[in-house]
């Protein structure tokens, strides 16, 4: 028994290296759910990406600030401070434009904007893109509507998708002959 201890020492004690490195280094592993500089997401700039803002809580010295009232009672002036939320766009009746195909060596990949009549996107999607076997039917499953969502939340500037990099470059060129258009 001596013996067996001696010769696995060494791989458990890689093994317990290497679990621990997976846990410094996963942020997924960790319960915290407060951002760090270590956990940040990149943009594909090579910097970090911002994170959303909190909404729900107040920051500030006017959030939730009390002034008195000329008769001394306290007033809330936290409404006062924040500025009313923009117009959402009308995207109930957009209009709908096609952009030109955009070949890749697999087969095109063509999109479709929806506008608002204020200009503002309401919606991307693809139309058409490479099928034509397995591989790029299973890459593009999952490719597909990751672009749609990005192309439709920042425009694009989206960040292309890792193992289908001419999909998302020839979405990229259809899209971008949509708004050449306009």
């Known amino acids: 028994m001596g013996e067996l201890m001696k010769r696995a020492a060494p791989g458990m004690a890689l093994a317990g290296l290497a679990l621990t490195t997976v846990w410094v280094f996963d942020p997924a592993l960790h319960t915290d759910p407060a951002p760090t500089a270590a956990a940040g997401i990149e943009d594909g700039s090579g910097s970090e990406a911002e994170e959303p803002a909190d909404s729900g809580s107040e920051s500030g010295s006017d959030a939730g600030s009390e002034s008195q009232a000329d008769d001394g ?95 998302s470059e020839a979405y990229r060129d259809s899209m971008q002959s949509i708004l050449d258009q306009r």
């Open 73 to 167: 009672t306290a007033t809330d002036d936290s409404t006062a401070t924040e500025d009313p939320a923009p117009a959402a766009a009308d995207c109930s009746d957009p209009t709908v434009v096609t952009g030109d195909e955009a070949m890749t060596q697999w087969g095109p990949v063509q999109v479709q904007m929806e506008f608002a009549d204020d200009g503002s996107v309401c919606g991307v999607q693809a139309i058409a893109y490479p099928v034509n076997d397995q591989r790029s039917a299973r890459i593009n499953a999952s490719a597909i509507p990751y672009l749609d969502a990005q192309a439709t939340e920042v425009g694009v500037a989206f960040d292309a998708v890792s193992g289908a990099t001419y999909t």
